[in-house]
């Protein structure tokens, strides 16, 4: 007799930038358990970000072992399972051995500016736009496997005769989960793809154009499927860490997951997520929208056969990570909270202003030769001024991306719905409010990455019904109204665009 098990749940695994978490939610949309672990950052010498894939592909398959055993889940119970990562991060491995040639190049990392700038000097750095929506920048993934390319010519070889396979985090991931050497189906979805300055964006296929720029054999590039997908990516292994066939039926880049768990599926809506760095993303519909302003152009999601979603999206790179690095190399705090207990003591920045350009600064400005600073010392400032800059840092550098994406969109954000660690911060919140001059709205479940991907593989297994039903799993938490006077936040933004002028041209 054959006992059909009830499915509960549907999993999602959120590879971040800084952890790897694996998170189940029920059939309300609720996150019921799951589990985290950070992975070490890796800086070898100034401007140089890297990973090890190997810790983050174990990290992976501990947070789902111990998510099952502690929580007593039964992973037959478990419907589908989605997949959400850190987007750009370039991994090459032996397609025979599953082993990773090199340390993964983390998206913050600057070794390809020289590669960068060569290419951008007949042209400009938007002589690709049209194609592929994005400024030639350090920030993505060709230019990294270019330089690994130029920098190990064996393994350039080893491309050309096949052995060696490349992907982003996703593509790992999926590709070992499925079986790695013996059966891994080696695939990407629309919104990894348009992240590496090798997709079309309107075919959706890899550029022939494009790979001609960065010399990339194509065998070595996954295939590009949908980011939500019915007929399913592939079924975990038996003898994985699953214990269980399960489809893999979502991939999505972090950001491009947290706007489909925001559920903004309507053109006009967006989101800032703040993590790591810190990423609006405004949906623009069925049609690229083109930017001039400094914004890139991504895919926000494409579902099963269905027309591929478009977003307008501005990539601060450091948000968090500046709470961090306050944290762990000035020793100022000892965890992120305690920045809002100094930042409190104070009513303002006492003149202060960083500009964390600690990768360059992305968004809108792309200029991979500017570096951090602190602006507007003197004998007046304390470290509770310093810790109020760190915080006003992310809601400025949002100011920035929030005026580009009005006037490339042509459309009036009157709200911002926000998620990420960095909103558990009242004063950045209250801050980011009254600097943009509109509501800052939180939903209930902060950990929308991973339930964008959830509700993305729930939705392709029919675990969820449809859009609407997932609108409805959108409920506000808190609400944040602007306060400031004009002159006030006109004042503020006016000193934050003159420092960041003096943090450009140091390199
Ligand atoms: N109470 C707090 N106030 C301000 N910032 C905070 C607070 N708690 C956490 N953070 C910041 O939030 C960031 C973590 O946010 P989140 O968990 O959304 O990132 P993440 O998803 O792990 O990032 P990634 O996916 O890039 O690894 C950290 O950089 C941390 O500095
Ligand atoms: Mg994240």
């Known amino acids: 007799m054959i006992i059909k098990i009830k499915k509960k749940y549907i999993g999602a695994i959120d590879q971040g930038t800084t952890s790897t978490r694996f998170l189940l939610f029920n059939k309300e949309g609720k996150l019921t358990v799951g589990h985290q672990i950070e992975h070490k950052q890796i800086y070898p010498r100034p401007g140089y970000v890297e990973h090890n894939p190997e810790e983050i ?4 398959y501990k947070v789902i072992k111990f998510t099952i055993k502690n929580y007593h889940i039964n992973p037959s119970e478990i419907a589908a399972i989605g997949i959400t990562n850190q987007r750009e991060t370039t991994i090459v491995w032996d397609r025979k051995t599953g082993k990773p040639y090199l340390n993964a190049i983390v998206w913050q990392d600057l070794r390809t500016s020289k590669i960068c700038e060569e290419l951008s000097k007949k ?6 736009q049209k194609i592929i929506g994005l400024p030639v920048a350090t920030y993505f993934s060709a230019p990294k496997l270019r330089w690994i390319f130029d920098n190990y010519k064996e393994l350039y070889k080893k491309a050309k005769n096949g052995d060696l396979l490349f992907g982003t985090i996703d593509t790992f991931i999926i590709w070992n989960l499925t079986g790695g050497p013996e059966s891994g189906v080696h695939i990407t979805d629309v919104t990894n793809a348009s992240r590496t300055m090798l997709m079309n964006l309107k075919t959706l296929k890899w550029d022939k154009d494009m790979l ?3 010399n990339i054999p194509e065998k070595i590039l996954p295939e590009i499927k949908p980011s939500i997908e019915p007929e399913s990516f592939g079924l975990t292994l038996r003898d994985g860490p699953f ?3 399960i489809p893999i039926m979502s991939d999505l880049g ?5 706007l489909f768990g925001q559920t903004c599926f309507e053109k006009g809506s967006a989101k800032n997520t703040y993590g790591t760095g810190c990423f609006l993303l405004l949906n623009t519909g069925e049609n690229p929208v083109f930017s001039k302003n400094g914004l890139i152009t ?3 999601y494409k579902i099963g056969k269905g027309n591929a979603i478009y977003a307008l999206e501005g990539s601060v790179a450091i948000a968090g990570s500046l709470i961090q690095w306050v944290r762990d190399k000035l020793n100022l705090i000892s965890s992120a909270k305690e920045i809002n207990d100094l930042a409190e003591k104070v009513n303002d920045n006492g003149g202060l202003y960083f500009v964390p350009a600690f990768s360059g600064l992305f968004a809108p400005y792309w200029r991979s030769d500017a570096r951090g600073i602190i602006a507007g010392i003197t004998h007046y400032a304390t ?6 800059a760190v915080l006003e840092a992310t809601a400025f550098q949002t100011k920035e991306i929030f005026d580009a994406m009005e006037k490339d969109s042509k459309i009036k954000l009157k709200i911002l719905k926000v998620d990420g660690g960095m909103t558990a911060s009242e004063i950045l919140m209250q801050f980011q409010a009254d600097i943009l001059n509109v509501p800052v709205l939180k ?9 964008g991907t959830a509700l993305g593989a729930g939705l392709a297994c029919s675990f969820y019904k449809d859009l609407n039903e997932l609108k409805q799993k959108w409920i506000l938490d808190k609400k944040w109204l602007p306060k400031m006077n004009n002159n006030k936040r006109n004042f503020y933004f006016l000193n934050w665009k003159k420092a960041v002028q003096r943090s450009l041209n140091w390199i």
């Open 383 to 388: 470290k509770e001024h310093l810790a109020r």
């Open 254 to 258: 972090d950001q491009q997951a947290a």
């Open 298 to 300: 991504t895919v926000g």
């Open 212 to 214: 001609n720029v960065f």
């Open 123 to 128: 042209g400009g750095k938007y002589k690709y």
């Open 57 to 60: 592909l174990e990290n992976t």
């Open 443 to 451: 939903p209930k479940i902060a950990e929308t990455t991973a339930l």
């Open 243 to 245: 214990n269980e066939k």
